[in-house]
């Protein structure tokens, strides 16, 4: 796979978004929209496990089901954790701030870093710069293999047994961006996991994610119950409130490839709600896009597999979106300007309603 040589700016992409003089330039937003139509692609290994999955991918290797269920059986999403031991202009602290910031801001818990996820990170990144490849499992006798799975490689670093474990993985410093215009890492990232360990060097990224608590259980994967939940009437979409993003998407820069049709599409639009539960349902009556001047954007709506005969009639199932999660995906580009997002539904059959604004570049 060819590589793309551009400059990376390490500061958070709240801070690279301001205009504030001549480097955010649009030949700089250039360079960024490609590179992150790249990070993504040939991602393999795991499949919808990246960065969390509703049923593991990977049966645990040493199965921990409690007899009885663990207390507390999850928290409300944390407002606040420690400051991380990154160094300062490192990319892992760009990474980790920049993901941080951006669960807060959609109002589904910051993630405390755990040395032992980012040892386990960086031992994989190892293994995938040694090996030229970009997978989650790692294969006994290639160099520097330390475990098949992410959850493997975890406690072969040192983590506590008693956690499920994921990960997320991309070739590009960019990661977080990258994640952040997809579709099943989108939903990943942004799940109910309370631990990140992080490793970004040498054209790759790895992100490892942990849940414990109310886990009942361990192993490669997240499940839906657990870890920082959102209360039962709660809501988080992406992009969120004012959000500046770029307006294209490439289905096929990331693996599995959600719109294996399309070439081109537009940016990714999450809307999800808890699911703990496995009667949960989140159905979908209308998910629509609106553009410069009002203007009719058209869209593919995909739902899980429980949601399609309670949603509109036009919604694509899609079995590897977790069940309080939907996705509204522009089937073309999106040109600069702002857009009005509008979800109507409902949650095991309360309605819910909501409209809010992004804009594209």
Same mark, same amino acid.
């Given at each position: 796979?060819?590589?793309l040589k551009?400059t990376?700016?390490?500061r958070?992409a709240?801070v690279?978004?301001?205009?504030?003089?001549?480097?955010?330039s649009?030949?700089?937003?250039?360079?960024?929209a490609?590179?992150?139509?790249?990070?993504?692609?040939?991602?393999?290994?795991g499949?919808?496990?990246d960065?969390?999955?509703?049923n593991?991918?990977?049966?645990?290797?040493?199965?921990?089901?409690?007899?009885?269920?663990?207390v507390?059986?999850?928290v409300?999403?944390a407002?606040?954790?420690?400051?991380?031991?990154?160094?300062?202009?490192?990319?892992?602290?760009a990474s980790? $701030?920049?993901? +941080?910031? *951006?669960r807060? &801001?959609?109002?589904? %818990? /910051?993630?405390?870093?755990?040395a032992?996820?980012?040892? #386990?990170?960086?031992n994989?990144?190892a293994?995938m710069?040694?090996?030229?490849?970009?997978?989650?499992?790692?294969t006994?006798?290639?160099?520097?293999? $330390?475990g098949? +799975?992410? *959850?493997?490689q &975890?406690?072969?670093? %040192? /983590?506590?047994k008693n956690?499920w474990?994921?990960?997320? #993985?991309?070739m590009s410093?960019?990661?977080?961006?990258?994640?952040?215009?997809?579709?099943?890492?989108?939903?990943?990232i942004?799940?109910?996991?309370? $631990?990140?360990?992080v490793?970004?060097?040498?054209?790759?990224?790895v992100?490892?994610?942990?849940?414990s608590?109310?886990?009942?259980?361990?192993?490669?994967?997240?499940p839906?119950?657990?870890?920082?939940q959102?209360?039962?009437?709660?809501?988080?979409?992406s992009?969120v409130d004012?959000?500046?993003?770029v307006?294209?998407?490439?289905?096929?820069?990331?693996?599995?490839?959600?719109?294996?049709?399309?070439?081109?599409?537009?940016?990714?639009i999450?809307?999800r709600?808890?699911?703990?539960?496995?009667?949960?349902?989140?159905t979908?009556?209308?998910?629509?896009?609106?553009?410069?001047?009002?203007?009719?954007v058209?869209?593919?709506?995909?739902v899980?597999?429980?949601?399609?005969?309670g949603?509109?009639?036009?919604a694509v199932e899609?079995?590897r979106?977790?069940?309080?999660?939907?996705?509204?995906?522009?089937?073309?580009?999106?040109?600069?300007g702002?857009?009005?997002?509008?979800?109507s539904g409902?949650r095991n059959?309360?309605?819910?309603?909501?409209?809010?604004?992004?804009?594209a570049?």
């Amino acid at each position: 796979m060819g590589k793309l040589k551009v400059t990376v700016d390490p500061r958070p992409a709240k801070v690279r978004g301001r205009k504030t003089n001549m480097q955010n330039s649009k030949l700089t937003l250039s360079v960024l929209a490609t590179a992150m139509t790249l990070a993504l692609a040939a991602c393999g290994g795991g499949g919808g496990d990246d960065g969390g999955s509703k049923n593991p991918t990977t049966p645990p290797t040493t199965p921990t089901t409690p007899t009885t269920p663990q207390v507390p059986t999850s928290v409300p999403p944390a407002t606040s954790v420690g400051t991380p031991t990154y160094p300062a202009g490192d990319f892992r602290l760009a990474s980790y $701030t920049d993901l +941080n910031n *951006y669960r807060l &801001a959609m109002g589904v %818990g /910051a993630l405390r870093q755990d040395a032992f996820l980012d040892a #386990a990170a960086d031992n994989h990144l190892a293994y995938m710069k040694a090996n030229a490849l970009l997978a989650h499992e790692e294969t006994v006798g290639k160099p520097g293999f $330390t475990g098949v +799975n992410p *959850y493997e490689q &975890a406690v072969a670093a %040192g /983590a506590s047994k008693n956690q499920w474990v994921s990960q997320s #993985a991309s070739m590009s410093a960019f990661c977080v961006d990258s994640f952040k215009n997809s579709v099943y890492h989108l939903q990943g990232i942004t799940s109910n996991q309370e $631990t990140i360990g992080v490793a970004n060097r040498d054209g790759y990224c790895v992100i490892n994610f942990g849940l414990s608590t109310g886990a009942n259980g361990s192993g490669y994967g997240l499940p839906s119950w657990g870890g920082q939940q959102l209360p039962a009437g709660g809501m988080a979409y992406s992009p969120v409130d004012g959000e500046r993003v770029v307006g294209s998407f490439t289905p096929a820069g990331e693996s599995p490839n959600p719109a294996p049709d399309l070439t081109a599409a537009g940016h990714p639009i999450m809307f999800r709600v808890p699911a703990p539960e496995s009667t949960d349902v989140l159905t979908v009556s209308n998910f629509s896009l609106a553009g410069p001047g009002g203007a009719v954007v058209p869209v593919r709506v995909l739902v899980p597999s429980k949601a399609k005969s309670g949603s509109v009639s036009n919604a694509v199932e899609d079995a590897r979106l977790f069940a309080g999660v939907v996705f509204m995906l522009p089937t073309q580009p999106l040109s600069a300007g702002t857009y009005t997002a509008t979800f109507s539904g409902a949650r095991n059959g309360i309605a819910i309603n909501k409209s809010w604004s992004f804009t594209a570049f």
